[in-house]
């Protein structure tokens, strides 16, 4: 087994260990750093680019904007967004369907038709309800009367 590792055990080194560095030692040192490097060359610019080098700084950054957003323009004009139906169409759809099978369904099926819903659609038709509701005036102001209305809005 190893003894144990003491530091004190172990003589120092004399302080002075080493050499002052000559003078403007620092000072000279990035410049000769920057002389080792290799030179980079001018890159040949190929001869389609070349004309972008007569251009001011300016012009060149305002052509690059130009392009990108040309290119963005093009991108959203050909990415072929769905074609706008014009809003007749699913009137046209709905008005081809028979007024009692409109009802039928919306008696029968699960949806839930709302009082502003209806409200809209008479508004539109006024008389489409005499189809397919035959009550009188008195039935009817008799079953909205029976309604409890808490709101005084409706009064």
Do not use: C
């Amino acid at each position: 087994m190893k003894p144990a590792f003491k530091l004190d055990a172990h003589p120092r080194r004399p302080r002075p260990l080493l050499s002052e560095p000559p003078a403007d030692y620092f000072d000279k040192l990035p410049t000769r750093i920057m002389a080792r490097l290799p030179q980079a060359d001018e890159r040949a610019a190929p001869a389609a680019w070349a004309w972008l080098s007569f251009l001011s700084p300016v012009l060149r950054t305002g052509l690059a904007s130009v392009a990108v957003l040309g290119g963005f323009a093009a991108s959203f004009y050909m990415s072929g967004s769905a074609p706008l139906v014009p809003a007749t169409a699913s009137t046209a759809a709905l008005d081809a369907v028979p007024r009692t099978e409109l009802a039928n369904y919306l008696l029968t099926s699960g949806t839930r038709v709302e009082t502003s819903d209806l409200a809209t659609l008479t508004a539109a038709h006024p008389n489409i309800a005499k189809g397919f509701l035959r009550v009188s005036d008195e039935e009817l102001n008799d079953a909205l009367d029976a309604q409890p209305t808490d709101d005084p809005t409706y009064l």
